[in-house]
């Protein structure tokens, strides 16, 4: 997958956001050049998509899968409990 292509697109839809975080996908160019990542997941029955941001990634990066959806969870539950 292309995913300058897949940025543009979305960004056409005016409804990007970062999957984990929620922050708002800025315009296009800016987010390529800033490193928003598209990625394929596999879900129940159909593959979607999701946006991850560069703050995301980079945590993830530091962090790996895990440690970083732990991190996510507390920081959800940080916020809504
Ligand atoms: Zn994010």
Redesign the pocket.
Known sequence: MDVSEALRAICTTGEGS??????RLPAAEEAIRDGWDVQRVNGDRIASII???????R?KAELGEEGFLRNLSLRVCNSTC
Do not use: F, G, N
């Open positions: 970062c999957w984990y975080c929620d922050r946006l991850v941001c560069p703050m995301c990634q945590e």
